[in-house]
């Protein structure tokens, strides 16, 4: 027998997990630096996206990309400390300075133990592994590779060199999710906070535009189709349970509610279709909300047919054609493991820049190549005068 969307999306109450709330949050993405930036483009609809001819000196499959050309680490963080960040580890420290700013939860002495760091990524900085690996078998004899890149090629680079830099003595974690990252990384925190290993985290996801970045999205829509330049960029959350932000009388700029998370047949197969239907029904059950309040569908598209395809037919089932679908990618571009975070930093930018949204209920779609996908369930809320940030 198959349930109907209606069924499917009935509130289950006694399941609702722990929600998170989001107290602040900073974004880099390929329209620029900041919360304005992002909403900025968002209510243009596009973003153009830039030359990056001049980046690398290795080939690039084409000139344009959402890439931030100008950004250098030492504008944001001094010269001190950061001479040898790679472009990853900077743009996720950037992030977490600017989510440690716009939030109202004060770090100190009394409470850095109970406060940590979750980061989702693809690979780490491919960039530095495949350079760094290619120096061992280029340099001469005996392997003259600098020591100092070492760190650079190790996955949880971001995440440890945040710890250290903003004195959070918390979890420290680095999930490896690709499309999923940001999702994983929200479940993992549900998880940690709710089971009393942290009091607060930041958590989000990075992603660097290199060259090798580049020709992996080159390729991809060489097989399946395409058209979006690449992109790069993090996003940072201050996560924190909601019940004990609204017990201290504290307003989040979001909630939680749901994330669900599977891994089924590729995309293009009925299954994954089914897979993803199931996620998103899970997530909306989980979260004790109905089809019909959902206002916003925040999807991966990415311009792939075998894969929007396959995400739009999985939304319709459960949300029917009613809800805004925010394509984000239009804007950042394809940013792989940053594209999930893309994706609630513009929920939050828009509930940030208009109050009439206040309260309203959006859900996160996404997809992976290799059948996995996901789904999150948001509210958001705007800022009035006053409030923290």
């Known amino acids: 027998m198959t349930a109907t969307a209606a069924q499917l999306s ?20 390929g329209p620029g630096i900041g919360i304005e930036a992002l909403a900025g483009a968002l209510a243009a609809g596009h973003a153009p996206a830039a030359d990056v001819s001049g980046m690398f000196e290795d080939p690039l499959p084409r000139r344009r990309a959402h890439a931030l050309v100008d950004f ?4 944001h963080l001094g010269r001190k400390g950061t001479s040898f960040f790679d472009r990853s580890t900077s743009l996720a420290m950037v992030a ?6 716009d939030t109202d939860l004060e770090v100190g002495d009394g409470n850095r133990d109970r406060i940590g760091i979750t980061l989702g990524t693809t690979a780490g900085s491919v960039k530095s592994t495949s350079d760094y690996s290619r120096d061992t078998f280029v340099q001469e004899r005996p392997y003259l590779v600098n020591p100092l890149l070492f760190p650079n090629a190790v996955m ?10 903003y004195g959070l003595k918390g979890v420290n974690a680095t999930i490896a999710g690709g499309h999923l990252a940001m999702l994983n990384v929200l479940r993992y925190s549900r998880n940690l906070i709710g089971c009393g290993y942290a009091d607060a985290l930041l958590a989000g996801s990075v992603e660097e535009f290199s060259p090798q970045a580049a020709w992996a999205v080159h390729y991809a829509q060489r097989t399946d189709g395409g058209h979006l330049a690449p ?13 004990a932000v609204r017990a201290a009388g504290r307003r989040p700029d979001a909630e939680i509610l749901a994330v669900e998370t599977g891994v089924y047949d590729p995309p293009g197969t009925d299954r994954f279709v089914e897979g993803l239907t199931s996620c998103l029904a899970r997530a909306l059950q989980r979260a004790g909300v109905r089809a019909d309040e959902v206002s916003t569908a925040a999807t991966a598209a990415s311009g792939m047919p075998r894969f929007d395809e396959a995400e739009e037919a999985a939304v319709t089932a459960v949300l029917g054609a009613g809800p805004e679908r925010l394509r984000i990618k239009e804007v950042t571009g394809e940013a792989f493991s940053a594209s999930g975070a893309f994706q609630l930093a ?19 779609t996404t997809l992976g190549a290799d059948g996995a996908a996901g789904a999150a369930v948001v509210r958001g809320w705007s800022r009035a005068d006053g409030d923290h940030g």
Not at 72 to 75: E, G, N, Q
């Open 231 to 243: 992109g790069e960029g993090a996003a940072v959350f201050v996560v924190e349970s909601a019940a």
């Open 72 to 75: 250098k680490v030492r504008d």
């Open 156 to 165: 949880n680079c971001a995440a440890g060199q945040g710890a250290i830099r």
């Open 10 to 29: 009935a509130p289950a109450p006694s399941t609702a997990p722990l929600a998170l709330a989001i107290t602040g949050f900073g974004v880099l993405s």
């Open 96 to 101: 977490c300075k600017e989510a440690l700013a």
């Open 346 to 364: 513009a929920l939050l930018a828009r509930h940030r820049t208009q109050p009439a949204r206040d309260g309203e209920l959006s859900v996160i």
